[in-house]
């Protein structure tokens, strides 16, 4: 049994409205003479580089940009900017954007410090030492990428996601600035927040560290739930029920782009100490079969997989029900558990994520193929509460189809 746990972030982490301001001394101080922004045309087009050129000008730094990104990274977008990164030789890399952009720079970081090719490091610990200097800034509130230890990148001809999984892919800085989320239409605001909130429930309802099923030998990044990141989850959930509609509602809304923002780097602080699961292993499935972003399909998919593991859970489930905001005195804890799934559902349908698979396209012969894809997931499905078989993977996606 295993009853150590340790906790891994970003070397170093500046938040706050304005924090952009900040990134010429920050590169500065890292040594730096030329910079590599990575990044897309929407966040060029958004005035979004120019907001990090000026800070960077001021110390003169030589900047280049590579806005090849694309969502849901494909591999021919990364091999892109290695391409313009080998050619440019920066000293520092900045990932900018959501998690697709942030998800591209570091692993051009990881093949700058080490050669090979990007799928030479896919999987677990793969990444043999530290990578290429690297700040990461978000422009979504979601992923939490600035300060995971993941890349999740698309192989299309191979059909699907793959992850290059390792505590070097944290990166030296993440600049979390509110400021640059304003610009997010509805819909990413609403795709990415509640990406956060699985990811906060992910860690939140996880098999607890001392039972992680962990083989001897084996090395994860992931270990299971743990009393740090418990309380960085609980945090990100009750901010996300406070601001995730608001956010959704009205972009300009500071207080909320802010709670918001806080929200995925704390859920991404206690997901990639802790792990995510169920969801996020049947998303993998849903976005080879439908195409959906990562936000889309894991908030459609958040409160079928609840339901599924409540009874494993009953005492988070409510707790979780509580910091979205219910009312649970005097409920018995089943009944305050499922309160948990019903404001999910509510959240879910005010900020417009589809209710069930069949809205994004998804039919039911369709259904047996993507439990079997999902049940090949095994590093993240070894982190749910309960155990699961491909049936159950079966049934919870049937009971999705809506
Ligand atoms: N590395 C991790 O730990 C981790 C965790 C969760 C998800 N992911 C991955 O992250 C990706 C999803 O990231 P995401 O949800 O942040 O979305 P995204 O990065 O895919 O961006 C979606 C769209 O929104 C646009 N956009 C982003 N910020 C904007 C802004 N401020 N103004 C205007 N437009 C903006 C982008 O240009 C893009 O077109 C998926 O590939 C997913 O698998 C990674
Ligand atoms: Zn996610």
Redesign the pocket.
């Given at each position: 049994m295993r009853t150590t746990w340790t906790f891994h972030n970003a070397e170093q982490l500046l938040f706050g409205r304005g924090a952009v301001g900040q990134l010429g001394e920050i590169a500065e101080s890292l040594g730096t003479r030329r910079l590599l922004v990575i990044t897309?045309k929407?966040?060029v087009d958004?005035g979004?580089v120019d907001q990090v050129r000026a800070p960077l000008a001021a110390v003169d730094i030589a900047v280049e940009v590579f806005d090849g990104g694309e969502?849901?990274?494909p591999l021919h977008a990364v091999n892109d900017a290695i391409a313009m990164a080998t050619e440019s030789k920066p000293d520092l890399l900045l990932g900018l954007?959501?998690?697709?952009?942030?998800?591209i720079a570091?692993a051009v970081a990881v093949v700058m410090a080490h050669g090979g090719s990007v799928k030479d490091y896919a999987g677990d610990q793969i990444v043999p030492g530290p990578i290429f200097p690297l700040i990461l800034m978000?422009?979504?509130a979601?992923?939490?990428?600035e300060v995971?230890a993941?890349?999740?990148l698309c192989d299309t001809d191979a059909g699907g996601?793959f992850g290059i999984l390792s505590n070097h892919l944290r990166p030296k800085f993440a600049i979390v600035d509110p400021m640059?989320?304003?610009?997010?239409?509805p819909k990413?605001t609403a795709?990415?927040g509640i990406?956060a909130l699985t990811?906060a429930v992910e860690a939140y309802t996880a098999i607890d560290n001392e039972d992680f099923p962990l083989p001897e030998g084996e090395r994860t990044v992931y270990q299971g739930r743990h009393p740090l990141a418990d309380v960085l989850a609980e945090r990100a959930i009750e901010l996300v029920g406070r601001h995730l509609r608001s956010a959704v509602e009205d972009g300009n809304d500071l207080e909320a782009r802010e709670g918001m923002a806080l929200a995925a780097t704390l859920a991404?602080m206690a997901f990639?100490n802790v792990g995510v699961a169920v969801v996020h292993a049947l998303e993998y499935a849903l976005n080879q079969a439908a195409h959906t972003?990562?936000?889309t399909g894991c908030g459609l998919l958040l409160p079928f997989v609840m339901r599924f593991n409540a009874s494993a859970r009953l005492t988070q489930m409510s707790r979780i029900a509580e910091l979205l905001g219910e009312d649970i005195a005097g409920l018995d804890a089943e009944t305050a558990a499922n309160r948990a799934v019903t404001a999910v559902e509510r959240l879910k349908a005010d900020i417009g994520i589809p209710t069930g698979m069949s809205e994004v396209g998804v039919t039911a012969e369709q259904v047996p193929e993507m439990a079997k894809a999902a049940f090949g997931v095994k590093r993240i499905l070894r982190v749910n509460p309960r155990s699961v078989t491909q049936d159950d993977l079966e049934s919870i996606l049937q009971s999705a189809l809506g």
């Open positions: 897309d929407t966040l958004a979004l969502p849901e990274p954007g959501g998690g697709s952009n942030m998800d570091k978000p422009t979504t979601g992923t939490g990428s995971t993941a890349s999740v996601k640059l989320t304003v610009s997010c239409p990413v795709a990415s990406d990811h991404g990639s972003p990562h936000g």
